[in-house]
């Protein structure tokens, strides 16, 4: 069983930036891939950036912006966040799947002046 534990959201004004972290209760197989994902108000829950099979993706709103990493020893993916606009508010999600999927609870990053 992983759980997930996402942090590093809050309030910043536009083109400010944000690191957010999702550190595994567990240690995540190395096979398994993981991501962020966002959710605005009643929108569906978006996929933001991926990174698994030695391949990384992004959103097309976000490349340039966000760069997805991970750092197994510590169990941790992280998701860095530049140059941020109103439009990137919302609950930001971290997920990892293999054979299994895991959610975090999510974290709120609200970009405004």
């Known amino acids: 069983q992983v759980q997930l534990v996402e942090s590093g959201g809050g309030l910043v004004q536009p083109g400010g930036s944000l690191r957010l972290s999702c550190a595994a209760s567990g240690s995540i197989p190395t096979f398994y891939a993981v991501g962020w994902f966002r959710q605005a108000s009643e929108n569906q829950r978006d996929l933001v950036a991926t990174?698994?099979?030695?391949?990384?993706t992004y959103a097309d709103s976000v490349k340039g912006r966000f760069t997805i990493s991970r750092d197994n020893a510590k169990n941790t993916v992280y998701l860095q966040m530049n140059s941020l606009k109103p439009e990137d508010t919302a609950v930001y999600y971290c997920s990892t799947w293999g054979i299994k999927r895991y959610w975090g609870q999510g974290t709120q990053v609200t970009v405004s002046s």
């Open positions: 990174m698994g099979g030695g391949r990384t």
